[in-house]
């Protein structure tokens, strides 16, 4: 039993339980007690009637743009019609209405026990922080966060409807509903979890090897094939002149083995998730090579969503759902609150990681395993909205490198996975004087505009792919 318990070994721990009857580590005590004090101030922040304000105007806001994603149009409406017949229009489609009633009447639930996956990854951070923080039983709901090992893992759990709702890769969702990879099942992101948030991590042994054009036949970890992670990667890639289907292996790897596989030397990099990224620099087995914040600022990371079968039928469910990772996301997106969500999400039920770690991913002041403390506050960020554009994006660099054969249908395929539109569909049919117009943002990766409008030109245009 020595081995068990060896008082005199300085080089092991003590294996007693802790003094306040768990089985765990003193760590791991701290960790509990300071995600647990933390808990306390963030739901007294969220019961604040000053917070309270604030999250239904940002979700309010959040569904307006959703229906005018052009200001212009939002505004040309509101002067046409008044601002009573607008609230009216915009209350009578998809999901104010169910929010509203919701308020008051929680019966109109479909489904109030839920099972939600997710990878323990800081995209992620809305999603699991309205679980501690009470935002889904405030919305009448008891959910169960399922951690879940891999993306493929997650898609075969929502399409064996395992899972009520998930967190998604954003492209997951297009390739699902195209068929590509599985079975062809309907399925829609809700809202965006997060934006940025991702890095090109080096193995600590390229550290002096920092030009992309010196990479060929290096290997790297990428977390799924329909991933921004993917995208990203093949785009610097090539932009640098290499072909990421012949000059270097691009392989799949669940975040949570990532840097393992770098340690290992199985890898000489990877495109990946946080905090395994910041991990890397903290194991001292890597370094931050590029944050995608430099790549595409502001592009979209993790998506949250649910088939469009649960969507039909359960509306009132999934407009509560809506509603309870919205009102995350107004508070993650505050950066006064960033260090305290940090403290709620490390423990071992969510992301399982050293606070050090996940704080420095969300507050943007990290060590960059070069010998540098750098300060990028919209490293990681959280906005919400689905704009259908990045869709076309994904969907341009889906059939870019092979993975759409064929004519691809951008608008019609992300107007239908991305839930924006819909709404607008719905103002259609009730008759309101809603004129189209441009829909689509316009976004710069790599210091070159993407117009989804010209999609099909655009995905054409790279020197490097793998279009016949
Ligand atoms: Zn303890
Ligand atoms: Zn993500």
Redesign the pocket.
Known sequence: MTQYFDPYNADRPLMLKCGCGKDHTVAEHQQEASASSATVELKRRSLTSEFEAYSNAFIEATLVKAIFPQDEVRRRFLRAVGKGTAMAAISSVLPMASLQAMAQDKNALEKTRLKIGFIP?T??TPLIMAHPLGFYSKQGLSVELNKTAGWALIRDKMINKEYDATHF??PMPLAISMGLGSNQTPMNVATI??IN??AITMSIRHKDNRDPKNWKGFKFGIPFDY???NFLLRYFLAEHGLNPDTDVQLRVIPPAEMVANLRAGNIDGFLG?DPFNQRAVYDEVGYLHTLTRDLWNGHP??AFGTSTEFIQKNPNTFAALYRAVLTAAAMARDPANRELIAKVIAPSQYLNQPEAVVTQVLTGKYADGLGKIQNVPDRADFDPMPWQSMAVWMLTQMKRWGYIKGDVNYKQIAEKVFLMTDARKHMKDLGQPFTAGPTYAKHKIMGKEFDAAKADAYAKSFAISKMG
Do not use: T
Request: glycine share 6%; hydrophobic share 25%.
């Open positions: 990854i995209c992620a890769l954003s979890q997060n948030g991702q991933s921004m992670h998730p990371c993790c």
